[in-house]
């Protein structure tokens, strides 16, 4: 959580015990899912690939080869349709993806992915769609020759008797080398999965309650000197007490 | 404006802060006329609910007058002008569980809602003024507050009541009845009431407008138990007997209640090595909560009985007898108020004159003397039922 400091800590952001005990079987199921899912020879052989990377990649040290994977799904009090349109008008997407600052349209089904990464260092990918159909699904990779190599797939399904839509995002990123690797991991590296939760929930609430409930700005009392020194130090960081469930809070808080 | 900020455990201080802002379009600001301090407050003020954070601006309870609403609140739900009293749970109103009338459970308001799943797999609602892990609100122990989702929670009130009768609306009053909710009273049952705090109070009266024959219940304070008695309830002073669950079994030809209540939550008190035990292991650590009332109630219940828990737990409770809870084929109601299922027809009832809520003020301070009346509530001093603020008024005029 220090890597604020100094770009050694990438090593220990990437080798991140949690992540490093759940990654295996989820890399390997999402990539194969996700490799099927395109229907293609590189398809299927993203999804041969899964099941090796997963077990090898996680299990090396950090090195260029490394991939960011990030899954997720959510309810949302919707229909398939008003779903998939909210979320297929990408321009739209840094609303609820906080660590997104734009998203433009480059061409007919391609787009120029600009997210904030830390102390000003930019991270950029063109990305095209590569496969949807209406209200069921979205699939997309990095063009090549793009500073990032990323894939992913968003999924609408109705969920049973009326309860909405399930919709399920997979999303992975190369390890790119230097300073961008250090932006990617910083963004995505500590807890992919959970910077994905926190994009669908958010969705899900500008969906269903048409905003995103927060409380940054509104008034408080003085603040501990320490309170006021780790915010500065990390302003996501939540702020512990020297409670026994300073261990639940140790969690990181990654909203980018 | 004036605001009751938590410093640190045992430590409530005044605190002039910057007035709160319109930050969603959803939103709106009230400008508070009534304040109150809970009993669930003082677990925070004891500092034994975790996410607390210095500054952190206190309460729950409160109403007030609509002086600026957010772009997206439609003037038929809430305008500026309009008299509201505050519900303490925030909805959205829109997602599935707001929809099934289960408001305390919104997916959509607690934006610190990853810290409430780590220890509870969900999070609830966000809730105003209670902690970081429930959203991190400032509360409505000051001056103006921000409501969010102001289009769906705030109940508007009449000109010509005033606010002591309604201001429990804001919690106590639909908490107590919530809970006689969840005892699921059939006509002629007996109901135990632990806690004659001013929840169980309402819980009492609630029983009896829900058809209960018979209201015990159960504290160690006696102006507490004098109070229960107007309202109806025989009353055990626990500290007078050898043991609750048998001075129970005695009151009821041995059958036992039909639904007990716990009306106390973490803190409870007892006068037994057990609670000792408890005591320690809270000091350390050990546990979060002290479930003393609460076995208790599972003990005393009678075969295939209802136990219903308005009072607040936070975490981790030891040695909960279910054994006596399985074989005996109990139920377990509870959860946060589910606030707007109650506020409507509860405010009709205080309209009909079947109950004036105010009974319970024990204190009316001004926002100035909130520190010391933490104290004098939380150690049961001179006599404190409820403390009712007001934020306007000057110390010198109390």
């Not at chain 2, 099934?100 to 966000?126: D, F, H, R, T, V």
């Not at chain 2, 108020?337 to 105010?358: A, V, Y």
Request: net charge neutral.
């Amino acid at each position: 959580m220090n890597e604020n400091n100094s770009n050694t800590n990438l090593s220990s952001v990437v080798s991140n015990r949690a992540w490093r005990q759940s990654a295996p079987w989820i890399a390997g199921a999402a990539m194969a899912a996700f490799g099927l899912s395109r229907r293609s020879k590189s398809g299927l052989a993203l999804a041969a690939a899964g099941g090796a990377l997963a077990y090898a990649g996680w299990r090396a040290n950090t090195s260029e080869s490394d991939q960011f994977l990030a899954r997720g799904s959510v309810l949302l009090n919707c229909s398939p349709q008003e779903a998939y349109q909210r979320y297929r008008n990408f321009e739209d997407l840094p609303k609820f993806m906080f660590h997104l600052e734009s998203v433009t349209k480059i061409g007919e089904r391609q787009y120029r992915w600009v997210a904030l990464g830390p102390v000003g260092i930019p991270i950029q990918w063109d990305a095209e769609i590569v496969d949807e159909r209406e209200n069921e699904f979205i699939s997309w990779r990095s063009l090549p020759g793009s500073e990032l190599t990323a894939a992913g797939s968003v999924r609408f399904e109705k969920a049973p008797s009326g309860r909405g839509t399930i919709l399920t995002a997979i999303t992975h990123f190369d390890h790119p080398a230097g300073k961008l690797g250090y932006a990617v991991a910083k963004l995505f590296g500590k807890v992919p999965n959970f910077v994905m939760q926190q994009d669908l929930r958010r969705f899900k609430a500008l969906i269903e309650a048409g905003e995103i409930a927060t409380t940054e700005g509104q008034p408080h009392g003085p603040r501990s000197l320490k309170a006021a020194a780790l915010k500065l130090a990390d302003p996501d960081r939540p702020l512990a007490r020297s409670a026994p469930m300073s261990e639940i809070l140790k969690q990181q808080r990654r909203t980018a | 404006m004036k605001a009751v900020c938590w410093m640190g455990t045992n430590k409530m201080s005044v605190e002039n802060v910057p007035d709160p802002k319109i930050l969603n379009p959803r939103d709106a600001i009230v400008r508070i006329t009534s304040t109150c301090i809970c009993g669930s407050d003082l677990h925070l003020y004891n500092g034994l609910i975790p996410t607390m954070e210095q500054g952190d601006i206190m309460g729950h309870e409160f109403m007030g007058e609509v002086v600026e609403t957010g772009s997206a609140v439609q003037p038929e739900k809430l305008k500026v002008g309009d008299r509201v009293v505050v519900p303490f749970t925030i909805a959205c109103g829109r997602c599935f569980f707001c929809q099934q009338k289960l408001w305390s459970c919104c997916e959509n308001s607690n934006p610190n809602y990853w810290i409430a799943e780590k220890m509870m797999g969900y999070s609830p609602s966000g809730l105003f003024g209670y902690t970081h892990m429930m959203g991190g609100y400032a509360g409505g122990q000051a001056q103006y507050a921000r409501v969010p989702f102001a289009d769906v929670g705030p109940l508007k009130i009449p000109q010509g009541i005033p606010d002591d009768k309604v201001v429990f609306l804001s919690d106590i009053f639909p908490t107590g009845y919530f809970g006689a909710v969840n005892c699921d009273i059939k006509r002629g049952d007996t109901v135990a009431i632990w806690g004659c705090g001013p929840v169980g109070q309402f819980a009492i009266r609630s029983a009896f407008m829900l058809g209960a024959e018979r209201v015990i219940a159960i504290d160690r304070f006696s102006y507490r138990l004098e109070m229960a008695e107007q309202g109806g309830a025989e009353t055990i002073n626990y500290e007078e007997v050898d043991d609750v669950v048998q001075t129970l079994k005695d009151m009821t030809a041995n059958v036992g209640p039909d639904s007990c209540m716990d009306a106390v939550g973490m803190e409870a008190h007892g006068d037994n090595p057990m609670y000792a035990l408890d005591r320690v292991k809270q000091a350390f650590k050990l546990e979060t909560d002290r479930p003393i009332v609460l076995r208790q109630c599972i003990q005393a219940c009678r075969k295939g009985g209802t136990v219903s828990v308005p009072g607040v737990y936070s975490g981790f409770a030891d040695t909960i007898p279910m054994g006596a809870f399985m074989n005996k084929g109990l139920t377990m109601k509870t959860g946060q108020t589910h606030m707007m299922n109650f506020m409507q027809p509860l405010l009709q009832r205080i309209e009909k004159g079947e109950i004036d809520p105010s009974f319970v003020i024990s204190h009316r301070m001004p926002i100035d003397s909130a520190p010391q009346m933490y104290k004098t509530f939380r150690d049961k001093q001179d006599r404190c039922t409820k403390v009712v603020l007001d934020p306007w008024a000057t110390a010198t005029a109390a």
